[in-house]
């Protein structure tokens, strides 16, 4: 079946605008992720979303950074006032309720936003 | 909190040869979970194999295995009969256990193959 995908996969913008990244998870996952990766780094955890739970906000920077999902479907992340340190490759993943800690999260292939 | 550490930020190996890559972590709980994850250019994350906190025995994963040692906390990676196509990044990962939190990443190993 479908992977999880995610649009734009690549973004320019200037510093100032305000941008939207959006995630389409794997059909019947309930758990979503945003995850984001500067170059050459790891992976830092931004926000988590687990069916109708409030979300788990914790791993935001800045209050210029926000997240909604609807239901079990589609996120979208929003930059507002984007800087030149949010230039990153943003990554979103999804993983089904069943198996706990345990699961897998399934990756899409990310966003790279620069920008200017 | 938890961290992961990975010491190696790039490693070599001959087509065919083995390798190994080290990953190191801090936690205080007994309940937790640990994942390596591999990143090729295509940046579309790739899980290659998962070991619980609580299983003595070390999984494996056709040509990867990993030497899982809780008391040192240590959580290598062991590549065997290694092939192009294995050339990536290559992430260590840490989540709680009772939960389907974020994984907490290290900072990769970047793994080159030379034919």
């Known amino acids: 079946g479908a992977g999880v995908s995610q649009s734009p996969s690549n973004k320019v913008t200037e510093k100032g605008k305000d941008v939207e990244l959006r995630c389409d998870p794997i059909?019947?996952?309930?758990?979503l992720y945003w995850y984001r990766q500067r170059l050459g780094q790891g992976l830092e955890f931004l926000i988590y979303f687990q069916g109708n739970s409030a979300p788990d906000k914790s791993g935001l920077p800045s209050d210029r950074f926000s997240a909604e999902r609807t239901g079990e479907s589609v996120s979208t992340l929003t930059i507002q006032r984007t800087q030149q340190e949010d230039s990153a490759v943003y990554l979103c993943a999804s993983s089904p309720s069943t198996g706990g800690a345990r699961n897998e999260q399934f990756f899409g292939p990310g966003t790279r936003l620069t920008v200017l | 909190a938890q961290t992961v550490t990975q010491s190696q930020p790039e490693m070599s190996v001959q087509e065919a040869e083995t390798v190994t890559l080290s990953c190191t972590y801090d936690t205080s709980e007994s309940d937790y979970y640990l994942f390596w994850y591999k990143q090729p250019p295509s940046r579309q994350m790739i899980l290659v194999i998962r070991q619980e906190a609580y299983k003595q025995q070390n999984a494996t994963e056709n040509r990867f295995s990993v030497n899982f040692q809780k008391a040192a906390k240590s959580f290598s990676l062991k590549i065997s009969d290694s092939q192009l196509g294995d050339a990536a990044m290559y992430f260590c990962?840490?989540?709680?256990?009772?939960?389907?939190?974020?994984?907490?990443f290290g900072k990769g190993t970047k793994l080159s193959v030379k034919p």
């Open positions: 059909s019947g996952h309930t758990a």
């Open positions: 990962a840490y989540r709680s256990g009772g939960s389907q939190g974020n994984l907490i």
